[in-house]
């Protein structure tokens, strides 16, 4: 849900009458319907008189019928846009709606600061809280001034997330005053804001059971060059006991955090995407120091076979993304392998470099038997290294190749005879032809989905011939058009689902003057149609039997 300031600017506390106590109990019987005057024709006509309203309202609203418990049932059900909509239907909706909403997302401009008091003693219950401001308007966001009034009226004891986005007025002084206004935090996402990594000294104090750190595009950080500068920052961060996830991406000066996520000894994953600097150095000084990472994502970096090497610390380490990092060979992958027995998760964009191949893949398959998954984009294994990896690697479900220049019918014949476990095949950009693709006729028992785009030697009359042969349970799809986006780093997972979408409510969101009840609200046209919308919701959730 998105709110304008301008909307709660002149709203205060809705002045509802005292609601009902209801609960799930048996509910009385409905009272006897209104009898009508019987119609009488109209003069000079056969005709029946009619109202002037083409809506007249209906006998009872059944509505009063339903609980407060089912009510919000029905709420959380509905997109935010229809929800606040809904809303408005009349005071006991409003408030219902009030005490069960969780998530906010607010448009934070200026004149947020002045709305918070009324806005928060509305929406009492909110544990998310996305602080948003609309590219563009950053000369118009939050300052410190405003962060101030709001922090002031959080919730305190009950904030677990806060997003903030595009906050271009609020320092560091600013963050402190939310931070210290929200010690139950456990996760924070700061993007677009012009804050720097001394603020995060204050969250890190003042939130002692923050788990999940993310940090985007900030642009108050400072002009740092080189790995050694940054990790003998002046910075002093305090020890992160709690925390368990950091992202950084899109930092022009990422390395002035290294002492921060080496300060977050019990931290699990770790992700670092498209930041400047050189991360051989700091990875040791990572890994030395946080030696449980289990997931680690690395995008578009400058690191090379030193960096990798000191992974050898992190012995459950289990997922490891190389996207785009160019300077890494066969040797680093080595490194992991030999030491990181337990991975599951390996994808690597080899960028078409050609520096890693066989050597590195084998090493893989002796060294770790419980892989799973296996995406492969711009790396081109052959034969040898993909026999290893179906006899070592007995668990192998899901492999991806993706722009393999060697991958071809003797390597698919290969994984049909090898891989017995495989359950998803994505093949993209690769020289195979229907003589390879036969091969599956009888390979890969466990097989149930296959992808194939841009494999120019397959035809549709193989494709067919697989789906009579393994049966209705088996899926394959074939796209021969020319996708240039093909082999890019987002089909590693890599990027992030989108967040909810914000909605703008209207000015009399908070201060139109409502209706004791459903009933009375039945006069407006509008208004009937948003009560049709949540009655339809209503019937879908407890009417009808869920879909199979």
């Known amino acids: 849900m998105g709110l304008s300031p301008s909307s709660l600017s002149k709203s205060s506390t809705p002045t509802s009458p005292p609601r009902r106590s209801r609960s799930l109990s048996p509910m009385a019987p409905p009272p006897p319907p209104r009898t009508t005057a019987p119609a009488q024709p109209a003069a000079g006509g056969s005709g029946i008189s009619t109202s002037s309203s083409p809506f007249p309202p209906p006998a009872r609203d059944y509505t009063q019928d339903l609980p407060d418990e089912i009510l919000a049932l029905v709420f959380a059900s509905l997109p935010p846009a229809d929800r606040s909509a809904c809303s408005l239907a009349c005071a006991r909706w409003k408030e219902v709606d009030a005490y069960t909403r969780h998530r906010l997302s607010l448009d934070a401009r200026a004149g ?257 038997p419980d892989l799973q998954e296996l995406v492969l984009i711009g790396v081109n294994p052959t034969v040898l290294s993909l026999r290893m990896l179906g006899e070592h690697c007995r668990g192998l479900e899901r492999l991806a190749l993706c722009g393999c220049e060697t991958v071809g019918d003797a390597e698919i014949i290969c994984l049909a005879e090898r891989c017995a476990a495989l359950k998803k095949l994505c093949i993209k950009g690769c020289p195979v032809s229907d003589r390879g693709m036969e091969a599956l006729n009888g390979g890969c028992p466990s097989l149930v989905k296959v992808k194939l785009k841009r494999c120019r030697g397959v035809s549709y009359e193989c494709i067919e011939s697989l789906k009579v042969t393994r049966g209705e349970s088996f899926s394959i799809s074939l796209d021969i058009v020319l996708d240039h986006d093909a082999g890019s780093a987002s089909e590693n997972g890599v990027q992030e689902t989108g967040q909810a979408q914000v909605t703008e409510l209207a000015d009399q969101m908070a201060g139109m003057d409502l209706p004791t009840n459903a009933a009375g609200a039945q006069s407006s046209t509008h208004t009937i149609n948003r009560m049709r919308s949540v009655m339809s919701a209503i019937r879908r959730r407890f009417g009808n039997a869920p879909p199979q």
């Open 112 to 368: 947020l600061g002045h709305a918070a008091p009324a806005l928060f003693s509305r929406f009492a219950g909110v544990t998310k809280l996305a602080l948003r401001s609309a590219r563009g308007s950053g000369a118009d966001s939050l300052s410190d001034e405003g962060a101030a009034a709001v922090a002031a009226a959080l919730p305190s004891d009950r904030l677990a997330r806060l997003k903030l986005r595009g906050l271009r007025q609020l320092s560091d002084t600013g963050l402190a005053l939310l931070a210290a206004a929200a010690p139950t935090l456990r996760k924070l996402s700061v993007a677009s804001c012009t804050f720097g990594p001394k603020a995060f000294v204050a969250v890190l104090q003042a939130c002692p059971l923050l788990e999940d750190l993310s940090v985007k595009r900030l642009r108050g950080l400072p002009d740092t060059t080189g790995a050694a500068t940054a990790i003998t920052e002046e910075i002093k961060f305090p020890q992160a006991l709690s925390l368990r996830s950091v992202c950084l991406k899109d930092l022009y000066s990422a390395l002035c955090f290294v002492p921060l996520v080496a300060a977050s000894p019990n931290l699990r994953s770790l992700k670092i995407l498209r930041c400047s600097g050189a991360w051989d150095l700091p990875l040791e000084v990572i890994t030395a120091r946080a030696p449980g990472l289990v997931e680690l994502h690395l995008e578009k970096l400058q690191v090379g076979d030193r960096g990798l090497a000191a992974l050898a610390a992190c012995r459950n380490l289990e997922v490891l993304f190389l996207v785009k990092t160019p300077e890494c060979t066969d040797s680093g992958i080595i490194s992991v392998a030999e030491k990181c027995h337990k991975l599951r998760k390996l994808h690597i964009d080899g960028w078409r470099t050609n520096r890693i191949g066989d050597f590195g893949l084998m090493a893989v398959a002796r060294g770790c």
